[in-house]
């Protein structure tokens, strides 16, 4: 029994041995539930997990899914990190598996991650923007619209605050309030469409309330979004007449019909615009007047006679809405139109001659007598007679002696005798002349048409009493020194009046003395050179010498002459030194002063010298003033700069010229030495070196460093080698002489064998260069300790591969290949990394991937674009799975070069730009460019060529009415270096009459049939847009600075400069005072155009005016028309025969009038009658007689407010004629302005009346409203209609 037992407890031992042998438990985790802040940053720690182990083994941790991308794990210490971004409001809670093991078992696990809200989101607005249309006359305080914005945010972070940042226009911003919990807009002040802004732009804020997390800064995001409110007009205001007072002019007898006046009224409603209708209320002298009730044209509707209704005549106008308004009737305003009556012009001033004051006949030919040379009045017994009503009539003179006399009076407005003036008394002279003929001109000044010539004999009486004169008292002659004999000085000529000295005139030179040197011929009075020798500057400059002329009778005159000799450029400059010679150390300055004098007249450029230096290697280092002769250095002198052959040592040619003509110079040799001083330190020719060596080799060679000093002499550029730190007595260095420096050998020590199995596998050296004046320089040196007893891998090379873009194929495209010495070996391949060259430089990219096998394949989940790159690096590492000692991979890396073939897989496009293309009267000729366009093609070599081509051509007039056109335009390709450029040019000459604009398709399609296209505005601008501008500089100068004179004038105007032409103004009917003329037009994006008028306002801002004054800009203007040559004769016979028939229609009226006369005086007797007994406030005392020009005291107006029946009184039957009872009006305006372009009297200008085709040219009923046009207010312009009151005229004045 006892030997059973003791084999139980042997067995229980055994087991219990066993079962104590394998009790090793599973790690445990503890924590499951962790916060982890959305908005903590990749790499960021974030927690640790708790996880605990029985016997405290070694714990390794791992992440596995769920969720694993989003964090990595400390596999030693279970310290978490976050690896990707996360997002609470996509996963607000995740799981994370865990996996925890300690050698011998594993546990998993799932822990509950959740993420903390970090307000991360911006308040996002809803059904944005927020546009709305509202009355003007919506109440205050009505709720116009809600904004709305959510945030994905929780808590504070999504709670929203809004609010109005911004209003425009500012005077907006009290008129709209929000509600900022609920984002209700509500309007807070009163809308205005009239006087107010009709449009705004309100900014709304929405900004949340805020929060942080993982940082201790809170965050606050806000939105923006816009509203825009547009304001609608109502109708509640009455018309308004623009450009008030109004006054009108219209001549007596002109034509029914015509246009007098045009009043403009307003609806102050501009939203609403209603039409108005306008009518006559009261009229001073009814009927008139007729006014058109759609333009309010006042217009003449009978017959006018200025002595019926008087100088005046008033108007009431009345301007009604079509339609009702608000209070539901149609409002209305009134107006007063003034028109003056115009009495005519119709007879030509006449000459006279009279016998006393009551016996004048007409008369055509006057003589007179006078005395040569006599100064004073001639008498003619002429009068002139200008028998019109108010008379102004200008004198003048013409005939080949005009100039001899004057006539008085030049101006009169009354009659008048006229007198001969003698103005150039020497002109009257009996040997010269013995009779003179005038015409005296008379013109009307009011109507030049109207004129008479009257033709004046003067004749001469002689006498004989003069002398020679010289025309000057003295003469400063020049004359160069040693000119030759016979070098005639000048020809100076006496002048004699009287005949019988004409020609016989005598020369001589005094005092005798001067003739050594000058003399003259006594016939002409020509002064020459005597003696060429003898004049030397040198030696005197300056004679002076009396010239003498006596005429017939020995009657003598002189004058001074005073002979300057000048100087001529005979000497060089002489320089006081052969050669220059200078010492100086590097980096100092160098001022030498080179000196020079001159020979020659010192008050001449003969003696004035310059310095300048020759050019040469080195010149550019150095500068010399060219008046002082100071050599100094332009920048620091360094003699390593120089080329170490000199030695150190600048030759330079220093010049010494004068300013003569021609120039003489004198060269002088500066010799510049450079001293060399230490001021480089030692530099190593690597910033750092890596060696190798094997192990067990005494006294092995490790590599060489190499450094230099720059300086260039021996004393401070030679170079000792020492290692002063990480050699731990294992490396010695020797310094060797070497080509462009020194070299220090790295060797082991000949005691030292390394050791590959020792601590030390690798060495840091401090290796030292120093000069002799011990500036040192220090480099790192790494040597590495190499294992004999294994064998890398190496790859070999690879050659380039080439594949097309947006190729898609699975197999192989390339491979790397690598060799091992090794006999048994396994190679594996690993993509260490993959570069994509882009625009010229390597970024990373993932192209293509790498199998173990080393076979290079496309990535199916990218794209090959060549436009995108061009080329791909590869770089790969090849391991030796089966490698026991030693490193297993190759020492580089082997390298794939990838090239990424293009195919044409893109259009061309079109390259936007701004410019604005126009049609001009100049450049609508066949084959003229009008326009450009630009395109590129992303591909390249033939791919990207491309061909621009004119695909269609339609015109859009100014109705937007378009229509297709044949092909007028055509494409020219161009190329600048890779932009392909496309001219548009004219195919046939253009329709100019044409307004709109061109729409003008153009396609660019490249060598594969890929195109685009693109449409092209063209506009047609018409040549009355033309502007002038007059430059005072040449045209050489204009043209060299027409870019900037282009941005002064683009920046004036903010318009696009299309400039036709540049020429010089040479044409006298040019009207500006400049030496050149740039034509150009000014036209905006949109095909707007300016007139002259608009860009001389805009360029005579200050701003502007000061730059383009700069420039040369003189004055503006249109076109200048320039008259065509006319003959005189012709328009001579025409004013004779015009002549004619107005003296029969004088006659012919004057028979009419005169039975009209007698009427008329029966008419005004009675009517005196009658105006005794009536009487006025309005009016002075005393009779009056109403219906005629007849007034009872000065200044009196009798046709103004008298309740008299005119037909009664003055017995106007049917026999009387409408001329009693009607006048006429011919001008549109009564304004008086001053032309500033034209030196003329004050004319009344003429307002242009409105065109009713924008599609034709103006129409005007009168020739002077279509000449002065141009000069007015043109159809839809935008300026408003001015008004000018006339002064000079008053209802009693005319």
């Given at each position: ?20 042998s ?6 445990t ?13 990749i ?40 690896k ?12 994370l ?11 998993r ?7 903390l809200?970090?307000?991360?989101n ?6 944005s923007?927020?546009?709305i ?5 919506t109440?205050v ?13 929780t ?12 209003v425009?226009?500012?005077?907006g ?8 919990v609920?984002g ?13 802004s009709t ?15 993982f ?19 109502v109708?509640?205001?009455n ?16 034509p ?18 209603d039409d ?8 001073t002298?009814e ?5 058109s009730?759609t ?8 017959h006018?006679?200025r ?13 009604t ?9 149609q ?18 001033p ?27 009045s001639v ?11 108010t ?13 001899v006399?004057?006539v ?16 150039e ?22 109507e030049?048409a ?5 033709t004046?004999?003067i004749?001469i009486k ?9 025309p ?16 005639i ?11 019988m ?31 060429a020798?003898?004049?030397d ?30 100087d ?18 590097e980096?100092e ?5 080179i000196?020079?004098t ?8 003969n ?5 300048g ?9 150095f ?5 002082t ?26 010049t ?9 110079s004198?060269m ?53 080698f ?8 294992s490396?010695?260095?020797?310094t ?8 220090g ?8 064998e390394l ?11 401090q ?5 002799l ?6 480099v ?15 790859f070999k ?6 594949v ?10 390339g ?30 990219c993932?192209?293509?991937?790498l ?17 995108q ?5 590869m ?25 990424i ?19 001009v ?6 084959g003229?460019?009008?326009a ?9 070599g ?7 081509k ?10 937007d009415?378009?229509?297709?056109m ?11 270096k ?11 000459t253009?329709?100019t009459?044409?307004?709109?604009k ?19 505005e063209?506009?047609a ?25 282009t ?5 004036a105007?903010k318009?696009?400069?299309?400039i ?5 103004d040479?044409?006298e009917?040019?009207r500006?005072?400049?030496n ?11 095909g ?18 000061l ?14 028309v320039?008259e065509?040559e ?21 006659l012919?009226t004057?028979l ?11 008419k ?20 009056v ?5 007849k ?59 409105e ?15 279509a ?12 300026n408003?209609h001015?008004g000018?009151?006339?002064p ?6 005319l």
């Amino acid at each position: 029994m006892s030997a059973d037992m003791e084999g139980i407890t042997g067995i229980m031992i055994v087991l219990c041995l066993i079962g104590l042998s394998n009790a090793n438990t599973s790690p445990t985790i503890n924590g499951v539930v962790y916060e982890v802040c959305e908005d903590a940053p990749i790499d960021a720690y974030v927690f640790t997990i708790n996880a605990t182990d029985a016997e405290n083994d070694i714990l390794t941790y791992s992440l596995v899914a769920p969720n694993a991308e989003y964090f990595t794990v400390d596999k030693n210490t279970g310290s978490v990190s976050v690896k990707n971004t996360l997002d609470r409001e996509l996963i607000a809670v995740m799981e994370l598996g865990v996996v925890v093991e300690d050698g011998s078992y594993t546990t998993r696990g799932k822990l509950t991650i959740i993420l903390l809200e970090a307000n991360d989101n911006r308040p996002i607005f809803q059904n944005s923007p927020y546009d709305i249309e509202i009355p003007e006359n919506t109440p205050v305080g009505a709720s116009l619209f809600r904004a709305h914005a959510t945030d994905g945010d929780t808590s504070n972070g999504a709670v929203i605050q809004y609010s109005i940042d911004e209003v425009t226009p500012n005077d907006g911003v009290s008129l709209f309030s929000i509600v900022p919990v609920t984002g209700e807009v509500r309007l807070s002040g009163r809308l205005n469409y009239t006087a107010l802004s009709t449009f705004y732009r309100l900014k709304i804020n929405a900004t949340d309330g805020g929060g942080s997390c993982f940082y201790n800064t809170t965050n606050y995001f806000s939105s923006i979004a816009f509203s825009f409110i547009t304001v609608k007009d109502v109708p509640d205001l009455n018309p308004q007449f623009i450009s008030i007072p109004y006054v009108g002019r219209v001549e007596e007898n002109a034509p029914l019909g015509q246009s007098v006046f045009k009043v403009t009224a307003l609806d102050q409603d501009t939203g609403v615009n209603d039409d108005i209708i306008y009518s006559i209320q009261e009229s001073t002298a009814e009927g008139l007047f007729a006014i058109s009730t759609t333009d309010g044209i006042i217009s003449v509707l009978s017959h006018i006679d200025r002595e019926d209704v008087g100088d005046t005549v008033t108007l009431i106008v009345k301007a009604t809405e079509s339609k009702a308004n608000i209070h539901g009737f149609q409002a209305n305003t009134t107006a007063e139109v003034q028109i003056n009556i115009i009495d005519v012009n119709d007879n030509r001033p006449e000459f006279y001659k009279c016998a006393d004051e009551l016996h004048c006949v007409v008369e055509s030919h006057f003589t007179g007598e006078v005395v040569e040379h006599w100064l004073g009045s001639v008498f003619i017994n002429m009068t002139v007679k200008d028998l019109d009503k108010t008379a102004q009539t200008d004198l003048t003179l013409e005939g080949d002696d005009k100039d001899v006399f004057s006539v008085q009076p030049q101006f009169t407005t009354t009659d008048s005798i006229v007198q001969l003036q003698v103005k150039e008394p020497q002109k009257l002279d009996f040997e010269e002349k013995q009779q003179m003929v005038l015409q005296v001109i008379a013109i009307d000044k009011k109507e030049p048409a109207f004129h008479s010539t009257a033709t004046v004999t003067i004749n001469i009486k002689d006498a004989n009493d003069n002398s020679p004169t010289f025309p000057q008292d003295t003469y400063k002659l020049n004359v160069i020194e040693h000119s030759p004999v016979g070098t005639i000085l000048a020809t100076l000529t006496a002048e004699d009046p009287d005949t019988m000295d004409q020609g016989k005139i005598t020369y001589s030179l005094l005092p005798d003395s001067i003739l050594l040197y000058f003399d003259v011929e006594p016939r002409t009075g020509a002064v020459y050179v005597k003696n060429a020798t003898l004049l030397d500057r040198e030696v005197r400059s300056l004679y002076s010498a009396t010239l003498q002329a006596r005429d017939t009778d020995g009657k003598p005159g002189s004058t001074v002459l005073e002979i300057t000799v000048t100087d001529i450029n005979d000497h060089a400059p002489i320089i006081n030194r052969d050669t220059y010679r200078e010492f100086v150390k590097e980096g100092e300055a160098l001022e030498l002063q080179i000196e020079a004098t001159d020979a020659d007249d010192s008050d001449t450029e003969n003696s004035q010298i310059v310095f300048g230096i020759v050019p040469s290697k080195y010149s550019d280092n150095f500068t010399i003033n060219p008046d002082t002769g100071v050599l100094r250095n332009t920048g620091e002198l360094d003699r390593e700069a120089l080329d170490p052959k000199l030695n150190g040592m600048i030759e330079l040619n220093v010049t010494a010229t004068d300013k003569g003509t021609p120039s003489l110079s004198t060269m002088v040799t500066v010799i510049i030495n450079v001293e060399d001083v230490n001021d480089n330190t030692p530099q190593f020719k690597a910033s750092s070196y890596k060696f190798s060596v094997k192990e067990g080799e005494k006294g092995a060679f490790v590599g060489s460093v190499l450094a230099e000093d720059l300086d260039q002499t021996t004393e401070f550029n030679r170079i000792s080698f020492s290692i002063i730190e990480g050699s731990f007595g294992s490396f010695i260095i020797r310094t060797f002489a070497d080509e462009g420096g020194y070299r220090g050998n790295i060797t082991v020590d000949p005691d030292i064998e390394l050791d590959y199995e020792s601590a030390r596998k690798q060495f840091q050296l401090q290796v030292e260069a120093t000069d002799l004046e011990q500036k040192k320089a220090v480099v790192t040196v790494e040597v590495d300790v190499l294992d004999v007893n294994d064998e890398r891998p190496e790859f070999k090379p690879s050659e380039p591969v080439t594949v097309k873009e947006n190729i898609n194929i699975s197999g192989a495209v390339g491979s790397f290949t690598a060799q091992d010495k090794d006999g048994n070996h396994s190679l594996v391949y690993e993509l260490e990394s993959i570069k994509c060259r882009c625009n010229g430089s390597l970024t990373p990219c993932s192209w293509f991937i790498l199998d173990p096998t080393g076979e290079v394949r496309v990535n199916p989940e990218h794209t090959v674009d060549y436009e995108q790159c061009d080329q791909v690096l590869m770089e790969a590492q090849v391991v030796d799975e089966y490698t026991e000692k030693g490193e297993n991979n190759s020492v580089t890396a082997g390298q794939m070069v990838i090239n990424i073939e293009d195919i044409n897989d893109n259009a061309p496009e079109f390259i936007f730009s701004d410019s604005v293309f126009v049609v001009v009267s100049e450049t609508a000729s066949k084959g003229t460019s009008v326009a450009g366009v630009t395109a590129t093609d992303r591909d390249s070599g033939i791919n990207r060529q491309i061909d621009f081509k004119v695909t269609a051509v339609q015109f859009k007039d100014t109705n937007d009415q378009t229509s297709n056109m044949r092909m007028l335009f055509e494409a020219v390709t161009t190329q600048q270096k890779d932009i392909y450029v496309g001219i548009i040019q004219t195919s046939e000459t253009l329709d100019t009459s044409l307004k709109g604009k061109y729409l003008v398709t153009v396609s660019a399609t490249d060598t594969g049939d890929l195109s685009t296209s693109t449409v092209l505005e063209i506009f047609a601008i018409d040549e009355s847009y033309k502007v002038e501008l007059a430059f005072t500089k040449p045209q050489t100068v204009i043209e060299e600075s027409i870019n900037q004179i282009t941005r002064a004038l683009t920046a004036a105007t903010k318009a696009a400069v299309e400039i036709v032409s540049i020429r010089s103004d040479t044409a006298e009917a040019f009207r500006v005072s400049g030496n050149t003329i740039i034509v150009a037009y000014f036209v905006y994006s949109n095909g707007t155009a300016l007139t002259f008028n608009e860009v001389e306002k805009m360029i005579s801002d200050p701003q502007h005016s000061l730059v383009l004054i700069e420039l040369g800009l003189a004055d503006i203007g249109k076109t200048p028309v320039i008259e065509p040559e006319t003959d005189p004769l012709k328009y001579v016979l025409l004013g004779m025969v015009a002549g004619l028939v107005i003296v029969l229609a004088v006659l012919t009226t004057s028979l009419m009038c005169t039975r009209r006369n007698y009427k008329r005086k029966l008419k005004a007797a009675k009517a005196m009658n009658s105006a005794a007994m009536v009487t006025s406030d309005n009016q002075k005392s005393g009779p009056v007689v109403p219906g005629t020009n007849k007034y009872t005291m000065e200044g009196a107006n009798p046709v103004l407010n008298l309740n008299i029946d005119t037909t009664m009184i003055l017995d106007m039957d049917e026999e009387s004629s409408d001329v009693d009872k009607v006048s006429l009006n011919s001008l549109d305006s009564s304004s008086y302005m001053t032309d500033p372009e034209k030196d003329k009297p004050n004319m009344t200008r003429i307002q242009e009346e409105e065109e009713e085709d924008d599609s034709g040219p103006p129409e005007y009923i009168e020739p002077l409203g279509a000449a002065l046009a141009q000069r007015g207010q043109k159809k839809g312009s935008d300026n408003p209609h001015i008004g000018f009151s006339n002064p000079a005229f008053s209802t009693t004045d005319l």
